[in-house]
């Protein structure tokens, strides 16, 4: 009776915690468990399909979540597995009470299969190294890693909310204000991360969450790196680590001075994904998304969502140059133009690099080609401003020539 009456216990608790019942009807269910009983052996779960509080079905998912979760809480004391909340490509991760505390966290538990190769237990490990070295509100807070009984686990703040890729895969666009409010939360995040050297490498909407309150949180330190790291930069010199379609152009080339400028780029393509509703490349096959990051050149986003400003609109491409040197330079640089036009304020540092981008364009005799219909008015005039500076200089050199020439005429004669 005593293990019959745990199962009631956590079944009852977990059908609350996932909406299943409300709280009243849980207990409405346990005093009549307790008069029927008397007359018949029965679960709790029985009866509150008897009782239509929960479905045939929504049983079965919650008996088979406590069975699964049962294995896992044997080897891990000190929690108590609440549920599964997803699966990465080298870990699930479970909703947990921390007992000692009283307090929800989220548990990361490298499969058993996975924990025979110790290429995958370094790269747990090392996550779990990373994350404790990050205590910023914008950051997921690493609480515990360690081992149990054959079980890697590494235990973390849970954040109750979403991710950025659940509104984008519904087909959300953001607007401008809230997207950039987001973007300032995470590149506060990065700032934080690069102060203490460390870059992310997979900055994308999956790993970018959003709590009840509105708070940005970056996640997932898996492939995480300290830039003072030789051994590993050369160990991973020649491959590319990171997303398909958010990975900066040097993580493809398998560059080893990799630095935060690529998180930079990644950061760039999420919020250009989350202001027009696309990805920035966009292929069939991975190989040919990493080629169009390498070689072609990109729609500027608000030729895609013409109500976004120029000001923004800069941002995005300066964040996703190619060319690292042309992008922002630190986290410092993008937070001073994210809250420049936050508050209606040309941003600076991408301005400048668009004049001298141009200027060395018209210098070399490239053109600059705009659609008619989406050119942006003050880049236009900005041009022809440089056209007519370069038209002045040289009718003013052209004029010296002549000068000089009718001088030498006149001294010969």
Same mark, same amino acid.
């Given at each position: @009776?005593?293990?019959?009456?745990?199962?009631? $216990?956590?079944?009852?608790?977990?059908?609350?915690?996932?909406?299943?019942?409300?709280?009243?009807?849980?207990?409405?269910?346990?005093?009549?468990?307790?008069?029927?009983?008397?007359?018949?052996?029965?679960?709790?779960?029985?009866?509150?399909?008897?009782?239509?509080?929960?479905?045939? +079905?929504?049983?079965?998912?919650?008996?088979?979540?406590?069975?699964?979760?049962?294995?896992?809480?044997?080897?891990?004391?000190?929690?108590?597995?609440?549920?599964?909340?997803?699966?990465?490509?080298?870990?699930?991760?479970?909703? #947990?009470?921390?007992?000692?505390?009283?307090?929800?966290? #989220?548990?990361?538990?490298?499969?058993?299969?996975?924990?025979?190769?110790?290429?995958?237990?370094?790269?747990? *490990?090392?996550?779990?190294?990373?994350?404790?070295?990050?205590?910023?509100?914008?950051?997921?807070?690493?609480?515990?890693?360690? /081992?149990?009984?054959?079980?890697?686990?590494?235990?973390?703040?849970?954040?109750?909310?979403? +991710?950025?890729?659940?509104?984008?895969? =519904?087909?959300?666009?953001?607007?401008?204000?809230?997207?950039?409010?987001?973007?300032?939360?995470?590149?506060? =995040?990065?700032?934080?991360?690069?102060?203490?050297?460390?870059?992310?490498?997979?900055?994308?909407?999956?790993?970018?969450? &959003?709590?009840?309150?509105?708070?940005?949180?970056?996640? !997932?330190?898996?492939?995480?790196?300290?830039?003072?790291?030789?051994?590993?930069?050369?160990? /991973?010199?020649?491959?590319?680590?990171?997303?398909?379609? *958010?990975?900066?152009?040097?993580? &493809?080339?398998?560059?080893?001075?990799?630095?935060?400028?690529? !998180?930079?780029?990644?950061?760039?393509?999420?919020?250009?994904?989350?202001?027009?509703?696309?990805?920035?490349?966009?292929?069939?096959?991975?190989?040919?998304?990493?080629?169009?990051?390498?070689?072609?050149?990109?729609?500027?986003? !608000?030729?895609?969502? +013409?109500?976004?400003?120029?000001?923004?609109?800069?941002?995005?491409?300066?964040?996703?140059?190619? %060319?690292?040197?042309?992008?922002?330079?630190?986290?410092?640089?993008?937070?001073?133009?994210?809250?420049?036009?936050?508050?209606?304020?040309?941003?600076?540092?991408?301005?400048?690099?668009?004049?001298? $981008? @141009?200027?060395?364009?018209?210098?070399?005799?490239?053109?600059?080609?705009?659609?008619?219909?989406?050119?942006?008015?003050?880049?236009?005039? +900005?041009?022809? %401003?440089?056209?007519?500076?370069?038209?002045?200089?040289?009718?003013?050199?052209?004029?010296?020539?002549?000068?000089?020439?009718?001088? #030498?005429?006149?001294?010969? $004669?």
């Amino acid at each position: @009776m005593g293990s019959e009456t745990n199962y009631d $216990s956590i079944f009852g608790r977990m059908a609350v915690e996932h909406g299943l019942c409300t709280d009243e009807e849980l207990q409405h269910s346990i005093k009549e468990l307790e008069t029927r009983r008397s007359s018949q052996p029965m679960t709790l779960s029985e009866l509150m399909v008897d009782l239509g509080f929960v479905t045939p +079905t929504q049983a079965d998912r919650l008996r088979s979540k406590i069975k699964e979760s049962k294995t896992v809480t044997e080897q891990i004391p000190g929690y108590q597995i609440l549920g599964k909340l997803g699966r990465g490509a080298m870990a699930v991760v479970y909703k #947990a009470r921390q007992v000692s505390l009283d307090r929800t966290v #989220a548990i990361k538990i490298l499969p058993k299969q996975l924990s025979e190769n110790p290429e995958y237990v370094t790269r747990f *490990y090392k996550e779990g190294r990373a994350a404790a070295k990050l205590n910023h509100n914008n950051i997921v807070q690493a609480i515990d890693v360690g /081992e149990y009984s054959g079980y890697h686990y590494f235990v973390m703040e849970y954040v109750e909310g979403k +991710t950025l890729y659940e509104d984008l895969a =519904a087909g959300k666009i953001f607007s401008e204000k809230e997207a950039v409010e987001i973007v300032i939360q995470v590149a506060k =995040a990065l700032k934080h991360a690069h102060a203490v050297s460390l870059i992310h490498r997979d900055i994308k909407p999956k790993n970018i969450m &959003i709590n009840a309150a509105g708070v940005v949180k970056l996640a !997932d330190m898996g492939l995480a790196r300290e830039t003072t790291d030789i051994e590993a930069a050369k160990s /991973e010199a020649g491959k590319a680590y990171g997303t398909p379609y *958010y990975i900066a152009p040097e993580q &493809i080339r398998g560059e080893m001075d990799i630095d935060g400028r690529a !998180d930079i780029y990644g950061l760039g393509a999420t919020f250009y994904h989350m202001v027009t509703g696309r990805v920035p490349f966009m292929a069939d096959d991975p190989s040919e998304v990493l080629r169009k990051h390498l070689r072609e050149k990109l729609i500027p986003p !608000d030729h895609i969502n +013409t109500s976004l400003s120029a000001g923004v609109s800069e941002i995005i491409e300066v964040m996703m140059a190619k %060319n690292r040197d042309d992008r922002y330079q630190n986290a410092d640089e993008l937070l001073s133009d994210l809250l420049a036009v936050q508050n209606g304020q040309i941003p600076l540092y991408a301005h400048e690099k668009f004049d001298i $981008s @141009m200027l060395e364009k018209l210098e070399s005799g490239d053109e600059l080609v705009e659609e008619p219909d989406t050119v942006d008015i003050e880049r236009e005039q +900005t041009i022809a %401003n440089y056209r007519t500076a370069i038209v002045i200089l040289s009718i003013v050199a052209a004029a010296s020539l002549i000068g000089l020439i009718i001088l #030498a005429i006149v001294s010969l $004669s």
